[in-house]
C-alpha cells in the first residue's frame, strides 16, 4: 500500500484520553455549497485526512464540532468514523467557543486531549505523534503544534519570549507589525490536559477584531497561570498547512499527490509522469508496477508487480493483477485478472471480473460480468449481467441483451463458445459449451452445447434494381459496367432486362 507517512518512531505511543476536531466553520472562503471539510483530495475528505492522521492515538473518544454543513457532515462522519461523537455548535462564535463545547460534551474527560483544526488535511501520523510526545516529556498543561514557514499571511503566530519560551499566539489581525514579522505560527493541532483546556477555555473572551472566541487565547492564558506550556515545530511545514480556499486546495492536493508519489517511486513503482499521475493515498501499488502519464487511481485500488496502467486511465476501487496491462481505460469497481488486456477505450463498470489471460477491447462496456480465462471481447461490445466460459470468443458489436425496461436477466456463454459478431443476446438466455452463433443472430432461446444458432431474416437478391430505381446513377453506371464485362465474358446466364429475380 502507498503510506505518505515518514518511518514512525517505535517508542512507545503516549496515551491520548480524547481527540477534538473543530469542523463547524463556515469555509466562506470556499465559495461553494459544499462544507469545507468534506472537500475531497487524495480519496479523502480534508475531516477524513484529519481523522486519519489523529487515528493510530487510538483515543477512546472522539468528538468532531460539527455546525455549517451540518447533516452532511455527520452523514460523511457516521460513514468514515462510526464511533466518532458529533457535536453541534449552532453558532460559530469562534475556535475556543468550539472547543469548549466539545468539552462540554465529554464531562467525565480528564487527561490528554488533542484539539485539532479540520481543515489541515497534511497533517501526518508521525508529527502529531512527536506533538504528543514532547507535550507529554515536557509534562506540560498545553503544547502548541507550530511551524517556520515563509509565508505566514493569515495565520496565528507564535510569540516567545527572549529564552525562547511559548507566551501567546496572536491572530494576525490583532498583531503589531513585529509580531507579524514572525515566520513561526500555529498550526491549529494542540495538545492539552483536559482540565487545564477547560480551566482556560471558560475564562477566554472575545475582545479582537473578529469578536469571536479563539481558541488561540488560551495558551497566554495558561501562561499567566504559571503553568507549563510549550511549542513544537513540526518537522515539514507543509503537514500543517490550512486549506481555506479553492486554491489552497488545489495546493494541498498536489502536495499530498507528491508525497504518494515519491513513496511509490521509492518503493520501486514506475511513474513515467509524476505531473499527470494522481494515486489517492487509500489505493496500493506494489514495485515494479508502471503507471503512465494519464493515470489516476482513485478509491481502493491496487495494483500489482509487473502491472502496467495507462496512459490515460483511470481506476477506481479497482483490483488490477500482475502482468496485467490497462491502456486508454475507465474502470470502477472491477478486478482485473492477471495478464489480461483492458482498452484502449474499454469501460469496466462495477462487478466486472476478467480470469487470468482475458482480454476486453476497444470501445467495449461490461457490468457485473465474469469472463473466464482466455475469453475474449475484443470490439464495440456491451457485456451486462453474464457469466461467460473460458476460451470464448465474443464477436465485434455484440451486445448483452439484459434489460425488458423492468428487470434485468443475466446471460450464461459456456466454454469456448463462439459468438458471431452483431449478436444480440436476449436475455435470459444460454449458450452451451461449445456452441456457435451466427453473425447478426438476435439469440432469444437457449443455444445447446456444440449447436450452432442461426436467427436471421434470409437473404434476398433484388436482381437488377439500381440500373431501374436508380438510373443515370455512379452506383447504376458501375453495375451496367460490371453487366456488360459479365456478358462480354460469354455468360449465358444474363437475364432479360426487367426480370426481377429473387434468390
Ligand atoms: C486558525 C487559528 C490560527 C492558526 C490557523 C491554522 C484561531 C483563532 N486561529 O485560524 O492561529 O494559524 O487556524 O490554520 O483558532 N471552527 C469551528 N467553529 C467556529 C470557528 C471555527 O468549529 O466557530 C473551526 C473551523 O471549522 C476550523 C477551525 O475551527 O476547522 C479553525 O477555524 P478557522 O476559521 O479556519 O481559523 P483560521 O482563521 O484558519
Ligand atoms: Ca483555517
Redesign the pocket.
Known amino acids: 500500500m502507498s503510506s505518505q507517512e515518514p518511518p514512525v518512531s517505535t517508542a512507545p505511543r503516549p496515551a491520548v484520553a480524547a481527540v477534538v476536531v473543530?469542523?463547524?466553520?463556515q469555509?466562506t472562503r470556499m465559495r461553494s455549497a459544499t462544507p469545507?471539510?468534506l472537500h475531497p483530495l487524495g480519496g479523502r475528505s480534508m475531516l477524513g485526512h484529519v481523522l486519519a492522521a489523529a487515528e493510530p492515538l487510538g483515543a477512546a473518544t472522539t468528538v468532531v464540532?460539527v455546525?455549517a454543513g451540518r447533516a452532511a457532515v455527520e452523514a460523511h462522519l457516521a460513514r468514515i468514523a462510526p464511533a466518532a461523537l458529533p457535536v453541534l455548535?449552532e453558532e460559530?462564535?469562534?475556535?475556543g467557543?468550539?472547543a469548549a463545547i466539545a468539552l462540554d460534551a465529554v464531562p467525565d474527560l480528564a487527561g490528554t486531549v488533542l484539539v485539532v483544526?479540520?481543515?489541515?488535511p497534511l497533517l501526518r501520523v508521525a508529527t502529531v505523534e512527536a506533538l504528543v510526545r514532547a507535550h507529554v516529556e515536557a509534562g506540560n498543561a498545553l503544547t502548541v503544534l507550530t511551524a517556520e514557514v515563509s509565508d505566514p499571511t493569515?495565520?496565528?503566530r507564535i510569540v516567545r519570549d527572549g529564552d525562547g519560551a511559548v507566551r501567546a499566539?496572536v491572530?494576525e489581525r490583532d498583531a503589531t507589525p513585529e509580531q507579524r514579522a514572525i515566520g513561526e505560527?500555529?498550526?491549529?493541532v494542540y495538545v492539552g490536559d483536559a482540565a487545564a483546556l477547560r480551566s482556560a477555555l471558560g475564562r477566554i473572551g472575545a475582545d479582537n477584531d473578529q469578536g469571536?472566541l479563539?481558541?488561540?487565547d488560551v495558551l497566554g492564558l495558561l501562561v499567566g497561570d504559571g503553568a507549563p506550556v510549550g511549542g513544537a515545530r513540526a518537522d515539514d511545514p507543509a503537514d500543517v498547512l490550512?486549506c481555506?480556499d479553492q486554491r489552497e486546495l488545489a495546493d494541498r492536493r498536489r502536495t499530498l499527490n507528491d508525497r504518494v508519489l515519491d513513496d511509490l517511486m521509492r518503493s520501486g513503482v514506475t511513474v513515467v509522469d509524476p505531473q499527470t499521475t494522481w494515486v489517492d493515498v487509500t489505493a496500493g501499488v506494489a514495485a515494479d508496477a508502471v503507471l503512465h502519464p494519464g493515470t489516476q487511481l482513485l478509491g481502493t485500488t491496487t495494483v500489482a508487480a509487473g502491472a502496467v496502467v495507462g496512459p490515460d486511465t483511470t481506476l477506481v476501487d479497482t483490483e488490477v493483477s500482475g502482468g496485467a496491462s490497462v491502456l486508454r481505460s475507465h474502470c470502477v469497481g472491477a478486478v482485473i485478472g492477471p495478464d489480461v488486456t483492458v482498452g484502449p477505450f474499454s469501460y469496466l463498470r462495477p462487478g466486472t471480473r476478467l480470469g487470468r489471460g482475458a482480454k476486453v477491447g476497444s470501445f467495449v462496456e461490461t457490468k457485473n460480468v465474469e469472463v473466464g480465462e482466455d475469453s475474449k471481447v475484443p470490439h464495440l461490445s456491451y457485456v451486462g449481467d453474464a457469466t461467460i466460459g473460458r476460451g470464448a470468443n465474443i464477436g465485434a458489436a455484440t451486445i448483452f441483451v439484459n434489460y425488458d425496461g423492468v428487470t434485468k436477466h443475466h446471460t450464461t456463454v459456456g466454454d469456448h463458445v463462439r459468438i458471431g459478431s452483431d449478436t444480440m443476446l436476449v436475455a435470459p438466455v444460454t449458450v452451451g459449451d461449445g456452441a456457435y452463433t451466427a453473425a447478426g443472430s438476435v439469440i432469444t432461446s437457449d443455444v445447446p452445447p456444440g449447436a450452432i444458432a442461426v436467427a436471421r431474416a434470409p437473404q434476398r437478391n433484388v436482381a437488377g434494381w439500381v440500373r431501374r430505381r436508380r438510373s443515370g446513377t455512379p452506383a447504376a453506371k458501375a453495375a451496367e459496367a460490371a453487366e456488360g464485362r459479365v456478358e462480354a465474358a460469354g455468360s449465358s446466364r444474363s437475364e432479360a432486362p426487367g426480370a426481377d429475380t429473387e434468390q
Do not use: C, F, M, P
Open positions: 473543530l469542523a463547524a466553520g469555509g469545507k471539510v464540532v455546525g455548535q460559530q462564535r469562534g475556535s467557543h468550539a483544526n479540520g481543515d489541515a493569515g495565520l496565528g499566539i491572530e505560527i500555529n498550526a491549529g469571536e479563539y481558541l488561540t490550512g481555506n
